[in-house]
């Protein structure tokens, strides 16, 4: 009889570090996995913060093209303008 409590015991105190070896091994993958999940949302954070930054290039670049394309016609007026100039004083000049 000795012999069954001494297995019994045997078996409950191995069944309780297996218990607490399980709670330890719980506890540090639940630890592991908050620490991914830090680590995801910095990696977001930074995705976030390339997508931005990739955003204001692109709009950047946009407006530089539209810049061009103003001096563009800016200076395509400008010529026109002076043909203009030219053609009203010839005008002027034929009718005096």
């Known amino acids: 009889m000795s012999e069954k409590i001494s297995f ?3 078996a409950a105190v191995k069944g309780l570090k297996d218990i607490t070896s399980t709670t330890t091994a719980t506890e ?3 630890e592991a996995v908050e620490a991914q999940r ?5 990696a977001k954070r930074q995705l976030n913060d390339l997508n931005g930054y990739d955003k204001a290039k692109e709009r950047i670049n946009k407006l530089g093209g539209q810049l061009d ?3 563009e016609k800016y200076e395509r007026l400008g010529r026109e303008l002076k043909q203009q100039n030219k053609t ?9």
């Open 69 to 71: 394309e103003a001096r």
């Open 28 to 30: 540090r993958l639940t």
């Open 38 to 42: 830090e680590a995801m949302k910095q």
């Open 88 to 96: 009203n004083a010839a005008t002027r000049t034929e009718y005096k």
């Open 8 to 10: 019994n015991i045997e």
